[in-house]
Each structure stands twice: as structure tokens, then as C-alpha cells.
């Protein structure tokens, strides 16, 4: 039995990936910030599955709770697994600002920083203690390190700074065993960003006129790819950004 920690498992992609990884029949930790009946929706469709599920809240942003926040994965895991550690961190919680290089605000730069940089970094060092050797820990990164688009680029430039921190984790947890790879999605018709990739006819046109499979991504996309990455025949992985984004920009 194997027990996943989605961050932001509550919708949009975290939903898609903790049902992608129930599906494989693993048991799911799922954080939600500020919509608890969301997540708690999540883990009654995951238990519908036949597997367990709990859903606890989580404000990736706020990196001074990360402590309090390990010891209570620690009692869920006792309480709900009679375990003491837990297999793979999924560090998926995230939000999108689109703004101009020239217009981005000094406090709109520390609120990405907070979420993507430093809660990738925090939130794993406080739970790598309750990691079981052999685990293994997805880092989600962009398509935006690779190709820039206006209106990212500290977003496009907190992603790369995520591949980079990936190949030092890999490094540095290798001796537990324990791997750790970046996934990149392309673009995906979720509501991140305020939905434009989903709710704007033209950029949807714009992305899918650019992707070599001739589409916009789907959440299950990258669902199904963090499924693989955790997979048995994934294990010998490590320290890679992996880009799932159906041949963007190629």
C-alpha cells in the first residue's frame, strides 16, 4: 500500500492527479487552501474508488505552517494508515499572475516566490522526514521555462528556478533513494490563470495552432503523466524536467 501527497488536490490538475494516482492504487493526501467541501468532494469520489482518502488543509504560501502542517500529516498517518511514513509528494498547489514585465508588482513577485519557489523548497524539506526511502517527489514546473510568452515572466523565471532546486534534491535525497524529477505541462484548460487557456476562444486557438498534437492539454493529460512518473517502471528517473505539453512550440 502506498500513500501520495497531492498539494492543491482539490481541482484543476492536483484533482485530476490524485484520481489518476487512486486509479493506480494508491492512497491519496490531498491539501486544499480554502475550499474544504471541494476536497472533501475529491476524497469521497477517491474512497468510491476503493481506496483512502483524506483531504487537509494547506496554504502553500504561508511556509512558517509547514512544521505544524508535518506533524499533522504525521497523526493522519498514524491515525488513518497505522503508518509513520508516506511514499510520494506531489508539489502541485499554485496560481497564476499574468503581468507585463514593466507592470509586475514587487508584491505580486513575493506571492509567486511564496507559492511556486519557496513552498517546492520548505514543504519537502519539513516532510522529506516522513518520506519513506525509496520515494519519490514530483516538482511541477512549465512549459513557460522553455518557451516565453509576455505577461510571465516571473512566473516563467520562479518555474526554472523549480527545475533547478529538482537536480539538487535529486542529488542530495539520492542516498535515501529517494527521486525527484520536475514535470512541465504545456498549456491546460483548467481555471488557472483566471481560465484563459479554457474560457478564451482565441488563445485556446492560438495554443492548440502551435501544439504539434493540434490541441490544448487536458487535466487528465498530466493526471495520467504523474501517474506514470510514480509508476513501478519510472524508478530509475531522477533530477529530469520532464515536459508533457503534446509538442508546443517545438
Not at 27 to 36: A, F, G, P, Q, V
Not at 71 to 80: R, S, Y
Not at 123 to 142: A, E, F, T
Amino acid at each position: 500500500m502506498t500513500i501520495a501527497l497531492v498539494t492543491g488536490g482539490s481541482r484543476g490538475l492536483g484533482r485530476s492527479m490524485a484520481l489518476h494516482l487512486a486509479d493506480h492504487g494508491h492512497d491519496i493526501i490531498l491539501t486544499y487552501r480554502s475550499k474544504n467541501a471541494e476536497a472533501e468532494a475529491v476524497a469521497t469520489e477517491i474512497k468510491a474508488k476503493g481506496r483512502q482518502a483524506i483531504a487537509l488543509q494547506l496554504d502553500v504560501a504561508k511556509s512558517e505552517t509547514f512544521g505544524d502542517f508535518a506533524d499533522t500529516v504525521n497523526g493522519a498517518l498514524q491515525e488513518n494508515w497505522d503508518r509513520e511514513d508516506f511514499d510520494f509528494l506531489v508539489n502541485n498547489a499554485g496560481i497564476g499572475i499574468n503581468a507585463p514585465f514593466m507592470e509586475m508588482s514587487e508584491e505580486q513577485f513575493d506571492q509567486l516566490t511564496n507559492i511556486h519557489l519557496k513552498a517546492a523548497f520548505f514543504l519537502s524539506q519539513k516532510l522529506v522526514p516522513l518520506m519513506k526511502d525509496g520515494g519519490r517527489i514530483i516538482n511541477i514546473s512549465s512549459g513557460l521555462v522553455r518557451f516565453a510568452l509576455p505577461g510571465y515572466a516571473a512566473y516563467g523565471a520562479l518555474k526554472g528556478a523549480v527545475d533547478v532546486l529538482t537536480r539538487y534534491m535529486a542529488k542530495e535525497l539520492g542516498p535515501r533513494g529517494i527521486t525527484v524529477n520536475a514535470l512541465a505541462p504545456g498549456a491546460i484548460e483548467t481555471d488557472f490563470g483566471g481560465g484563459v487557456v479554457r474560457d478564451n476562444p482565441e488563445v485556446n486557438d492560438f495554443v492548440a495552432a502551435n501544439t504539434a498534437l493540434g490541441r490544448v492539454g487536458l487535466p487528465d493529460d498530466i493526471g495520467g503523466a504523474v501517474a506514470m512518473l510514480l509508476s513501478p517502471e519510472a524508478g530509475w528517473i531522477t533530477g529530469q524536467r520532464v515536459e508533457f505539453s503534446g509538442g508546443m512550440f517545438l
